[in-house]
Nanobody, 121 residues
């Protein structure tokens, strides 16, 4: 599986962005999909994940109520709608995929290249 993330950019605090991640491969619908982020000088952290069917979603406490993960298996895409953005959301955001993980926070076998999100105060 190859993953391509997009949709990052510069936004003011309180604004919104929608990240997209498209996948190659025939078995996308079998994969758990996740979003992670890494801020400068910090370790990569879990943001959100979604089950293969889309029926279950998981969020880090820091983004609950502000971010929404969704997927469209027909388009082989997963999305992260980010609302009420804060400067502390500034990071490179990565999408990830795994066919076997039972833990939404990982590990994940496949990773996208990342997209930069910058939130100005």
């Amino acid at each position: 599986v190859q993953l391509q993330a997009s949709g990052g950019g510069l936004v003011q605090a309180g604004g919104s962005l929608r990240l997209s991640c498209t996948a190659s491969g025939r078995t996308f619908s079998n994969y758990v999909m996740g979003w992670f982020r890494q801020a400068p000088g910090k370790e990569r952290e879990f943001v959100a994940a979604i089950s293969w069917s889309g029926g279950r979603t998981y969020y880090a406490d820091s983004v609950k109520g502000r971010f929404t993960i969704s997927r469209d298996n027909a388009k082989k895409a997963v999305y992260l709608q980010m609302n009420s953005l804060k400067p502390e959301d500034t990071a490179v955001y990565y999408c990830a995929a795994d066919p076997y993980t039972s833990n939404p926070e990982g590990p994940y076998d496949y990773w996208g290249q990342g997209t930069q999100v910058t939130v100005s105060s």
